[in-house]
């Protein structure tokens, strides 16, 4: 069992830059990939960012890619997710979610949300133009 809580959600101007972080409490927390999702009002969850259980790959979406950056620290069972030059259309909820990397093929699917088992509740960012 993993637990997660997102934080560091906060209202930012465009251009603007926000750090989120995901802690995670729960053993074996270096054994899941961790990945960032998304979701604005009336619109469907979108993934974001992923990275695997060791930090030694990440992906991410093309709408982010070049602005935002992931990293995790598994000493400190935190992942964050360095978010600049901020546009009013990331304005959403954001999800850190974890799925354990025991199964081979696992990170194949770290861009579909289906297959994340646990999820936190969210923080709110919001970016005014």
């Known amino acids: 069992q993993v637990q997660l809580a997102e934080s560091g959600g906060a209202l930012v101007q465009a251009g603007g830059s926000l750090r989120l972080s995901c802690a995670a409490s729960?053993?074996?927390?270096?054994?899941?990939?961790v990945g960032w999702f998304r979701q604005a009002p009336g619109k469907e969850r979108e993934f974001v960012a992923a990275i695997n259980w060791s930090g030694a790959s990440t992906t991410y979406a093309d709408s982010v890619k070049g602005r935002f950056t992931i990293s995790r620290d598994n000493a400190k069972k935190t992942v964050n997710l360095q978010m600049n030059s901020l546009k009013p259309e990331d304005t959403a909820v954001y999800y850190c979610?974890?799925?354990?990397?025991?199964?081979?093929?696992?990170?194949?699917?770290?861009?579909?949300?289906?297959?994340?088992?646990?999820w936190g509740q969210g923080t709110q960012v919001t970016v005014s133009s």
């Open positions: 979610a974890a799925v354990w990397e025991g199964v081979a093929g696992t990170w194949s699917y770290a861009r579909e949300d289906t297959r994340y088992d646990y």
């Open positions: 729960g053993r074996s927390f270096s054994s899941y990939a």
